[in-house]
């Protein structure tokens, strides 16, 4: 049967239309419009608008992440990323190499980077790829990736570029030029540049930025990416960043002052220079800007010549500083970052003595000297003073310095440094006085001042620059003397006639060995509507005592409930040299988490984990997790999750006690238990408080005995409370 398809025209049919209303169609509707697939697609801009010749001669080191023995992420369809990313540099070399520049491979097959026997750590396959940049003074290192989600939403697909944290100049340029160009052309609109502390960004010393041009846990992108014209693609979207921000030039800093050594005050100034890539717009001179060791100078900036200088603080501290010099050019582009670490050594002019001759049966003085330089500052710590008679010491802390000398008076003393004996200082003290008896404080052989000295419960005084505190009487075993200095006790006190020798063990004696850990209490990376309760730090500071009673190097990223962002918070880890991280953070389920594959973090968290399941009588997990702190600080990272607890005695007994069972665990991953003894205390209460060496404070849980497996070797003050009443415990 035959149909016939009417079709209405003209006024007839708008006068039915306008009577009925409605239009009965007899033909079908067109379909709906469908979104246009850009995802990897085809270039939106024209290589042809770009001037290649801005990379010509230009020193690029490509970095196709991961390779060999690791794979990286892997898409569902098996697709690997170690092979994407090597495709994608592959093309990009080529695209270079045509362009005249100078690109180098960190691998140009499915290889990784450790040495040939196998062994090695993954740490050592990232540094040989940074070494490859220094090695090649790299004009830009560029570290090729592809993101995946670690949970199951297979959606997310978006452009993160990477820049080194805390270097927001150079290096953020190039990862804005390579985003948007990436953006443009691959079809991804969600495109963000990030501060990042990847290994290979934060260890480089040149320009270097690390993409992750899209997800391959986004099934799309791995279909796309799976055929090399895809990844031809996405290596011709990198080549246009690069060759826009080579375009715009990219101005030099350089510093020629002051000398790694500063041994005098005309030492103490900037002289530096700033200039445009040849055939530049040269440079902005609003841009020109100095910091030393962080703070902004105020400096004095030719134009004409480029050339910076001012005088630096006269009143500099001895030590390492560090200078650096920045600038942009009128296109925008910054200059590599130039930082000079410099050593201010000035040797002493002046000392201030204090003598005392020993009561002992060989006339024996001791000269305590005070050092000060040019300046009237105390002289580098470290400094190696010779003094004749006296021979050798190095210099402790505010310029001091303690010789032993046989005799009963002192003769001209004759000072110099190791290095310069040309410009001696000569002393004359003076006859010494001799007390009823002496107490000498003693790390290691060298003197602590400051220490405080208890006999019994009473305060008798505090040790002087020398270490030392005369005494009244001669000192006796029965006076049951305590010293303290920094938070610790004295390990032993040595009696020989009337003078007794507080000894205080070395950092590498004590069971954390003076390991650096940064304690980063709740851990929040956005700000709050209402700030996280004192839970968090409740537990950091906690922790923070008991690792500095451990002879560790706590560090709080934070000491209130105020947000810091991670960024900030994360610098510390690198600032101060940490060894370890620990984020404490309250979640309703808890757990330990570690970054996957983390060569360290993982059995530490495995130890902490099982202390933590042992000291609350509760199973806790140990998971894996990508969130920031556990991805971008320096060291091996933690999170440990707690469940809030209620305020009051029993709930902060809770918080302590999970202190001491995470210390524990770590104190058990680093071996502390060689440099330990166990103190175990009994005949307790639930919640009972004991405070140990008058510095740190452990609360019971349940049952009577405390164990703390963490405790520096030596004898200890152990004060205990029951039912409101302190006591000291035998």
């Known amino acids: 049967m035959r149909r016939r398809i009417l079709e209405w025209r003209g006024p007839v049919a708008a006068a039915v239309l306008g009577a009925a209303g ?44 991961h390779g060999g023995r690791f794979d990286g992420t892997t898409g569902r369809d098996g697709l690997k990323e170690k092979d994407v990313n090597l495709g994608v540099a592959l093309y990009l070399w080529g695209l270079l190499r045509e362009a005249g520049a ?39 290192f560029l570290s090729i990736h592809h993101n995946a989600r670690s ?11 990477y820049y080194p944290m805390g270097r927001t100049g150079a290096s953020l340029d190039a990862g804005r030029a390579v985003a948007q160009h990436l953006s443009k052309n691959l079809g991804i609109p969600d495109a963000s540049v990030l501060p990042g502390n990847f290994y290979v960004l934060r260890e480089n010393s040149r320009v270097a930025v690390l993409g992750e041009s899209s997800y391959l846990s986004h099934p799309p992108v791995e279909a796309k990416l799976a055929l090399g014209e895809k990844r031809r693609l996405e290596a011709e979207a990198y080549f246009l960043g690069i060759v826009a921000w080579f375009a715009r030039g990219v101005p030099a800093c350089a510093i020629d002052r002051p000398e790694e050594t500063v041994t005098s005050s005309g030492g103490l100034v900037l002289r530096g220079k700033v200039s445009d890539a040849a055939g530049g717009e040269g440079i902005d001179p609003a841009t020109v800007e100095a910091t030393l060791d962080g703070a902004p100078l105020d400096i004095v900036y030719d134009v004409a010549g480029g050339l910076v200088e001012t005088p630096l603080p006269a009143d500099l501290a001895p030590g390492k500083h560090v200078l650096s010099l920045a600038a942009r050019n009128l296109a925008g582009n910054a200059a590599p970052e130039q930082v000079r670490v410099f050593d201010v050594s000035f040797p002493p002019v002046r000392a201030a003595a204090d003598v005392l ?5 060989e006339p024996t003085i001791l000269l305590a000297l005070t050092l000060f330089d040019e300046r009237n500052l105390p002289v580098k710590e470290g400094m190696t003073i010779r003094a004749d008679p006296g021979g050798e010491e190095r210099v402790g802390p505010g310029g001091m310095v303690r010789f032993t000398l046989r005799g009963e008076s002192l003769p001209q003393v004759r000072l110099g440094t190791a290095e ?5 200082l000569h002393i004359t003290p003076g006859a010494p006085e001799m007390p009823a008896g002496v107490l000498l404080a003693e790390e290691g052989g060298r003197p602590v001042p400051g220490a405080l000295v208890f006999k019994g419960r009473e305060p008798v005084g505090k040790t002087g620059p020398g270490g030392w505190l005369a005494l009244e009487a001669r000192p006796a075993r029965t006076d049951r003397f305590t010293v303290r200095a920094g938070g ?52 950091g500071r906690y922790l923070e005592g008991m690792v500095r009673w451990a002879g560790g190097k706590p560090h709080l990223t934070r000491d209130s409930p105020d947000f810091v962002p991670a960024a900030e918070r994360i610098s510390l880890a690198a600032r101060d040299g940490a060894d370890y991280w620990i984020t404490v953070r309250t979640e309703e389920a808890m757990s330990v988490r570690h970054f996957p594959g983390s060569r360290l973090g993982a059995p530490a968290a495995r130890s902490v984990a099982a202390a933590l399941s042992e000291a609350l009588g509760v199973d806790v997990p140990v998971l894996t997790g990508a969130e920031r702190v556990l991805r971008d600080t320096p060291c091996p990272a933690l999170v440990v999750a707690l469940p809030p607890v209620e305020d009051g005695r029993a709930g902060r007994g809770r918080l302590r006690r999970a202190a001491q069972a995470i210390l524990e665990g770590l104190a058990l991953r680093l071996g502390a238990q060689e440099r330990s003894e166990p103190i175990s205390i009994g005949s307790l209460s639930p919640g009972s408080l004991v405070r140990i060496d008058r510095s740190v404070t452990f609360q019971t849980l349940s049952g009577d005995t405390l164990i703390i497996r963490f405790a520096p070797k030596g004898d200890h003050r152990i004060e205990v409370e029951r039912d409101g009443v302190w006591s000291k415990s035998d």
């Open 22 to 65: 409605t239009f009965l169609s007899c033909t079908s509707p067109p379909p709906p419009e469908r979104a246009i697939d850009t995802l990897y697609e085809r270039l939106s801009e024209r290589r042809a608008d770009f001037p290649a010749d801005a990379v010509r001669g230009k020193v690029i080191v490509i970095d196709p992440g």
């Open 102 to 140: 100078r690109p180098l491979l960190t691998r140009s097959s499915d290889i990784d980077l450790l040495p040939g026997d196998g062994g090695g750590s993954l740490a050592d396959d990232l540094a040989r790829r940074v070494a490859m940049a220094d090695t090649a003074s790299a004009d830009l």
């Open 151 to 161: 949970d199951t939403d297979r959606t997310v697909n978006r452009i993160e570029v």
């Open 357 to 361: 001759r020993l009561p002992v049966d």
């Open 420 to 424: 310069d004996t040309s410009r001696a």
């Open 488 to 539: 610790r006790l004295a390990t032993r006190i040595d009696f020989d006639g009337a003078v007794a020798t507080a000894r205080f063990d070395l950092p590498n004696e004590s069971p954390l060995a003076g390991t650096v850990i940064l304690i980063d209490p709740e851990g929040a990376d956005e700000p709050r509507l209402f700030p996280p309760s004192g839970q968090c730090l409740a537990l």
